[in-house]
């Protein structure tokens, strides 16, 4: 009986050194998605409008969750400025997670980049006649 009990506080002293011990090595928790977006879009906000309307693209397709996803974390980083989806504002801000999609994008809508932020992130303006 006695090495029974004996061997119960051990398996639960190890199960406790275990359990510490991967607490202590897990690595911190990752960056919540709103605030990673808020950092993507912080360098931007300097060349936008206080308030206003600017235009938005990516390379996300918007029929999809991810490319919704994309423009509505866009204009919750941007607020109180309204980020509209449509690319006939005066000043777009381009969010491309491959920049490779850019160049026909550009050509297609006759846009320019204007600034380049890094991380993806642009601003665009249409090309002048």
Do not use: W
């Not at 991967?22 to 709103?34: C, G, N, Q, S």
């Not at 390379?59 to 996803?69: E, H, L, S, V």
């Not at 026909?104 to 090309?127: K, V, W, Y």
């Amino acid at each position: 009986m006695k090495v029974r009990a004996i061997f119960a506080i051990l398996i639960i002293v190890f199960i406790s050194a275990v359990c510490t011990i991967t607490m202590i090595l897990r690595p911190p928790p990752r960056e919540d998605i709103a605030v990673y977006y808020e950092r993507l879009y912080a360098p931007i906000r300097t060349a936008l409008p206080a308030a206003g309307r600017v235009g938005y693209i990516g390379d996300f397709d918007p029929r999809y969750p991810n490319g919704r996803a994309a423009l509505f974390l866009a204009r919750y980083s941007l607020a109180p400025l309204q980020v509209s989806d449509d690319v006939n504002e005066e000043a777009i801000v381009a969010n491309f997670y491959d920049l490779r999609h850019l160049p026909p994008i550009l050509q297609a809508n006759r846009l320019r980049i204007e600034r380049d932020f890094g991380s993806g992130i642009l601003l665009l303006r249409h090309e002048r006649p």
